[in-house]
């Protein structure tokens, strides 16, 4: 059984920067895309960013291009999200996630595996 244990999230201000880092075990991390999303209060989870499994491949939500960046290291079973230039409507809490397709999907249900979710917070 896969399990993503996510860390990193808190406080920080607009325009700061903050990095979650998803931690894999179980299964072989290699052979799933991984992705971020987020989830608001009365909201569906949104798709912030996927990486394939090479990590050659990557996509991003509109709502966060060009200011965050997801990146992983195979050997480590880790992912990782870099986010910049934070704004108040990127707080949510976020959530790791693993597919078993090759490419990330950008649809919640695709996704065979999630994490617990960290809270991030952006004060204005």
């Known amino acids: 059984q896969v399990q993503l244990v996510e860390s990193g999230g808190g406080l920080v201000q607009a325009g700061g920067s903050l990095g979650l880092t998803c931690a894999a075990s179980?299964?072989?991390?290699?052979?799933?895309?991984m992705g971020w999303f987020r989830r608001t209060p009365g909201k569906e989870r949104e798709f912030v960013v996927g990486i394939s499994r090479s990590g050659a491949t990557k996509r991003y939500g509109e709502s966060v291009q060009g200011r965050f960046t997801i990146s992983r290291d195979n050997a480590k079973n880790m992912v990782y999200l870099q986010m910049n230039s934070l704004k108040p409507e990127d707080t949510a809490v976020y959530y790791c996630?693993?597919?078993?397709?090759?490419?990330?999907?950008?649809?919640?249900?695709?996704?065979?595996?999630w994490g617990q979710g960290i809270q991030v917070t952006v004060s204005s």
């Open positions: 996630g693993g597919s078993l397709n090759s490419v990330p999907p950008q649809s919640a249900p695709d996704f065979d595996f």
């Open positions: 179980g299964g072989t991390f290699s052979d799933k895309a």
